[in-house]
């Protein structure tokens, strides 16, 4: 399902610009997060995306056939991979794949409204080089994994895909026509899961720890799947 303001952007798709985000998690549990899509860097929910000259392609989904298998092609130059000459533990590492318009990113390139498309995630399956000069890595579906029984829809272990309040300033109320999450209570918390006494800074950071938990007790209506390996 698309987020309704993703929708109305899509309608003005002359006024505006997909971006292609993309965080590697590595095994080592650092991230890395980057777009190939702009010039410089970006700043998308509260996260920094670096710009680098990653080649990404592939990702195109057709209804017949076998599923895609992406690349990611990196040039090494800079350092980026140079940890994992001595240790090439990229395979089975997680690539989230996001999609969403420049007026969605944060200011001054947008509004900060932080809709996107579902975000998709992928694993790296296979390195097919790694050197010094340049890394090329395989992806394949984290829902398309040999012997792996999953429903078919995507599947995101530390990212909730409930849809949050919005501060409505003009009415000094909060908005819940979009939201699907339920949470209702007064406590505020900004992107980081600290409390915040303006509720015009509450965002919820979709993680488990930092947004789930500082807001529910007891059952938690957290839309991802931590356990998902």
């Not at 509260?46 to 209804?63: D, E, M, N």
């Not at 026509?177 to 406590?187: H, L």
């Not at 918390?189 to 409390?195: H, I, L, V, Y």
Request: with cysteine; hydrophobic share 40%.
């Amino acid at each position: 399902m698309i987020d309704k303001r993703i929708s109305q952007s899509a309608a003005r798709s002359d006024e505006v610009t997909i971006i292609e985000l993309f965080d590697v998690t590595f095994a080592d549990g650092s991230v890395l997060r980057f777009t190939p899509s702009h010039p410089v860097a970006v700043s998308f929910a509260s996260h920094s995306y670096q710009a680098l000259p990653i080649t990404a392609r592939g990702f195109k989904w057709s209804g017949h056939g076998a599923s895609p298998r992406p690349v990611l092609e990196a040039s090494n130059h800079a350092g980026l991979f140079s940890s994992q000459l001595d240790h090439p533990d990229l395979i089975g590492c997680a690539v989230i794949r996001t999609l969403t318009f420049i007026d969605e990113c944060d200011a001054p390139l947008g509004d900060g409204g932080g809709a996107s498309f579902t975000p998709e995630r992928w694993i790296i399956e296979r390195i097919t080089r790694l050197d010094e000069d340049m890394v090329n890595m395989e992806l394949a579906s984290a829902a398309d994994l040999e012997q792996m029984m999953l429903p078919a829809r995507v599947m995101l272990a530390d990212l909730c895909q409930h849809r949050y309040r919005q501060w409505d300033q003009s009415g000094q109320i909060f908005d819940y026509t979009k939201a699907t999450c339920p949470y209702t209570g007064s406590a505020s918390f900004d992107a980081n899961g600290d409390p915040v006494a303006d509720p015009a800074r509450d965002q919820c950071s979709l993680r488990l720890s930092t947004g789930c938990k500082k807001r529910f007790t007891g059952a938690l209506p957290f839309l991802g799947f931590p356990g998902l390996q």
